[in-house]
């Protein structure tokens, strides 16, 4: 993983360690801002449309040709937008800083900015659809024990073989006479004498 990153090619072509960047995105620019009622987005732009889409979305193209003066930069390439992202991230925060979440996602969505929200998993659950019933892959079960919860099935579904919805966790000792007769071939007489003996327990002898 740390090879498909670009750890492994920046040590062996640059002779150089990654060096701690926070929340940036290495190599272009990514960060994250805070929103006026205290949301957080993150904003990225690695393509040069995405970039254009950002810089006019929150209005920062007159100050730019400073910047690639200042800083001999051009920021029509990914690289040099990561060189410059702390000046550009400057020029950005104030304007979210003054707009509530709805308001730069209104914003951003009608100018095609790449961004996306932080959530905590609170929100997640309150507030996204993606983790709701909206979504194929998510259904609320009846967990035994602990009760609704929202569950997700597999990611994965094809015409000839429909997503399975996702079941209850099985209880502690729930498989016990399946697997002792599936998997180890034992009678019913063995497995009751298993049983009998304390060596092994249904759910209700394991709780």
Known sequence: MV???????QAQVLHEGRPPIGNDMYG???????????????????SLKQWQALASATEIEPHLPAIETALGLDLRLEGDRFQGRDALAALIAPWV???????????????GVCWGPYQTFTQLVEEDWRCSE??????DIDQPGIGTLRTPGTPVAFRASPRQAPLPAPLLGEHTDEILAEELGLSSAEIGALHDAGVVAGPKGAQ
């Open 3 to 9: 090879a498909n990153l670009g750890y492994v090619a």
């Open 28 to 46: 272009a620019f990514g960060r994250d801002f805070p929103t006026a009622d205290d949301r957080c987005v993150m904003v990225v732009a690695i």
């Open 97 to 111: 800083a003054k707009r509530t979440l709805a308001g730069v996602a209104e914003v951003f969505d009608d100018l």
């Open 134 to 139: 909206a979504n194929p892959m998510f259904r």
